[in-house]
């Protein structure tokens, strides 16, 4: 098994421009994650699903969007970049069965100029 | 409000020393507590997880955690530590489901950063 794996891995985009960061993971999960990670901010939830074909909003949703077309992908889509939003972005998924863990991919490094 | 502190932004030891990296809680019911570790320009990683029962849990690595109810607390532990292990670590808490409903999210500390010095 992959696991979880997140494609790119890096990106450099500038102000306005867009793009869609892809999420992957081939253990049946139902739930996952999208985090995004700054410098003494820890980890932040932008958004989550439940399931195929749900969404849910996080802690810093603005400016991001989201969709859950198959269980296996999980998109987060930035319509129109920012500086502020040039973070390391996790993605995470977990069964959904129980008590479990999330597991994490390795995280795409974006910048935005 | 749930949340999760973390004191300490950095700690550092000696190799061969051991090691302790705090955390506490603020939940409603009985807490799932998990630590996970993030090794530089890596995805954060499983470490230990405690659900239920001994206070004391197990996990990769040779590390292990002591949950203590009174003191709301789930410190990371390690005998002796190795400079392999210097890397951030996080705490992390939720709700039990009857607390939570359908939502399994984490409350994430924000990170100690280890160093172990040879």
């Not at chain 1, 990670?37 to 909003?57: C, F, N, W």
Request: charged share 15%; glycine share 10%; aromatic share 12%.
């Amino acid at each position: 098994n992959a696991g979880v794996t997140q494609t790119p891995k890096f990106r450099v985009l500038k102000t306005g421009q867009s793009m869609t960061l892809l999420c992957a993971q081939d253990m049946n999960h139902e739930y996952m994650y999208w985090y995004r990670q700054d410098p003494g901010m820890g980890l932040r939830l932008i958004h989550y699903s439940v399931g195929e074909g749900t969404t849910a909003k996080g802690e810093v949703p603005d400016g991001y969007n989201v969709s859950r077309l198959k269980k296996q992908n999980f998109l987060l889509g930035l319509e129109s970049a920012a500086p502020s939003q040039t973070s390391v972005y996790f993605c995470a998924s977990t069964p959904g069965t129980g008590n479990d863990e999330q597991y994490f991919g390795p995280g795409t490094r974006l910048t935005v100029t | 409000a749930q949340s999760v502190a973390q004191p300490e932004d950095q700690v550092n030891v000696a190799e061969g020393n051991p090691l302790t990296v705090k955390c506490t809680y603020s939940v409603s019911g009985n807490p799932y507590l998990f630590w996970y570790v993030q090794y530089p320009n890596r995805g954060l990683q499983f470490l230990l997880k405690y659900i239920t029962g001994d206070n004391l849990v197990k996990g990769s690595y040779g590390f292990e955690a002591e949950f203590n109810k009174s003191q709301t607390s789930f410190h990371l532990k390690k005998p002796s530590a190795l400079v392999s292990d210097s890397a951030l670590y996080f705490c992390a808490v939720r709700e039990p489901l009857r607390w939570a409903g359908n939502n399994r999210k984490l409350i994430w500390g924000l990170g100690t950063s280890l160093a172990v010095n040879p």
